[in-house]
């Protein structure tokens, strides 16, 4: 399994890219292991995970895009690749079809990984520590926070 690229998160004078955010969703698919929730529960015998499905189409949800073909220019993008931890994108044709036959059941996984990431709430994004969930504040005192400088 391919991890996402550990990034800091610092600003910075000037933008980077339109697809930044990207590296805190791979983060967030890291800190709840989407793979572990999503491949023994909805198995393949080959082709592209269906972990990698969804943590294509949530990204592209995440940049404002909901086209299937959309995904077309994930599949140039190493950044894209990286941050989320991919081992393989997937065709426009192949994320279509695994939705038609697979949407229904995966709307249902959508509650379990929303109580997922609920339950992993920490300052592990690099944030302040004035905006910082308060149990996170008294775990963290006295220690720098990644997104410090």
Request: with cysteine; charged share 25%; hydrophobic share 35%.
């Amino acid at each position: 399994m391919a991890d996402p690229v550990e990034f800091v998160v610092k600003k910075l004078p000037y933008d980077l890219s339109s697809h930044g955010g990207l590296a805190l969703v791979g983060r967030l698919f890291k800190r709840i292991n989407l793979p572990a929730m999503v491949d023994p529960k909805y198995p393949l015998r080959s082709g592209i995970a269906n972990s990698d499905i969804l943590k294509c189409y949530v990204a592209m949800l995440t940049l404002g895009k909901n086209d299937f073909e959309a995904v077309e220019a994930f599949r140039k993008q190493r950044f894209a690749h990286q941050a989320l931890g991919l081992r393989a994108v997937p065709s426009s044709a192949t994320l279509r079809q695994r939705f038609d036959a697979m949407g229904c059941e995966w709307s249902e996984l959508a509650d379990s990984i929303n109580r997922a990431i609920k339950r992993k709430q920490s300052c592990e994004f690099g944030c302040w520590p004035q905006s910082c969930p308060r149990q996170c504040r008294r775990s963290t005192r006295g220690k720098k926070h990644q997104g410090q400088t």
